[in-house]
């Protein structure tokens, strides 16, 4: 199964998509791991997006593409895959049908702003190990404090609520038109909250085998 997963930040896409490559016995392809991937490797494609990365511009769409596409062409592809975080734009889903990227699914992963920012804001990550814990679903035992290495827990930048609002008006103007760009091609699979990870990953999978 060839699947596209949607949602914006802090909706589960990098929960669901670890637990269906476990399920359906298929890679998540991460944008950022392969670009860093196709780079270090020196791949065509990677020795392109390197010179744009030595400039300080951002990769052009045509290239991340381009990368996920060799990407696609390896062998633990054959059965299938997961795309997270890519496309990001109306842009780089063209370029992927473009370059003939077929795709049987789309899930959209929804999950109410006030909720993201709840549950962001409750994230907390050691400065020592980099351990990631939730102060109301996967507390450290000792408050503020690393279980594994005793380090201290803090908010990511990322996670602080300005932040977070900033990520979410990013996403709503530049990824979430995808939405209705799948919907037009009969790919949308809608998948609202359903309140935790282990009942959300069931409601997804009756989705997937209907």
Do not use: W
């Amino acid at each position: 199964m060839k699947l596209i997963l949607l949602g914006a930040p802090g909706a589960g896409k990098g929960t669901q998509a670890e637990i269906l490559c476990d399920k359906l016995g298929i890679p998540t392809i991460s944008t950022g791991n392969i670009l860093r991937a196709a780079v270090k490797d020196g791949t065509p494609m990677g020795k392109k997006a390197k010179g744009f990365m030595d400039a300080g511009a951002l990769v052009p769409d045509d290239v991340i593409v381009g990368i996920v596409k060799e990407r696609l062409a390896e062998p633990d592809c054959a059965k299938g895959f997961i795309l997270d975080g890519m496309p990001r734009t109306i842009a780089q889903g063209e370029a992927l049908e473009q370059m003939g990227v077929e795709i049987d699914k789309v899930v959209n992963l929804i999950v109410p702003d006030e909720a993201i920012t709840r549950r962001m804001s409750g994230r907390r990550v050691c400065a020592k190990c980099g351990a990631s814990y939730h102060i109301v679903n996967k507390p450290s035992a000792k408050e503020g404090v690393c279980d594994r290495c005793g380090g201290e827990l803090a908010i990511r930048k990322d996670d602080e609520p300005a932040t977070v609002l900033d990520r979410l008006k990013a996403y709503r103007e530049q990824t979430e038109p995808l939405v209705e760009f799948y919907r037009q091609r009969g790919k949308l699979v809608e998948v609202p909250d359903q309140g935790s990870i282990e009942a959300t990953t069931a409601f997804l999978l009756k989705l997937l085998e209907a």
